[in-house]
């Protein structure tokens, strides 16, 4: 359905980049850190999302991908 859920478990505070594949069929992502709404996220050109933060164990992330069909003419 699109919905990924990530629990971040690092066993002390660390400042690392996770990065997540913006898959080419979805056209809109909905991306929050701890429940905070990331507005506008873009991926880099390699359709990758880079959240580069001081990652506390417990913290979550959550991604809706608008995963519906569409239609595509060639």
């Known amino acids: 359905n699109g ?3 990530l629990t971040i478990e690092p066993t002390t505070s660390s400042n690392f980049r996770l990065c997540l594949r913006h898959p080419n069929g979805s056209s809109q992502v909905d991306l ?14 390699n359709g990758y999302f880079e959240l580069t933060i001081i990652w506390q164990p417990g913290d979550t992330v959550d991604v809706n991908f608008n995963m519906s069909v ?3 003419v060639t």
């Open 70 to 72: 569409q239609r595509i």
């Open 3 to 5: 919905h990924i859920k």
């Open 32 to 45: 929050l850190v701890n429940g905070d709404r990331l507005h506008d996220p873009s991926a880099n050109k």
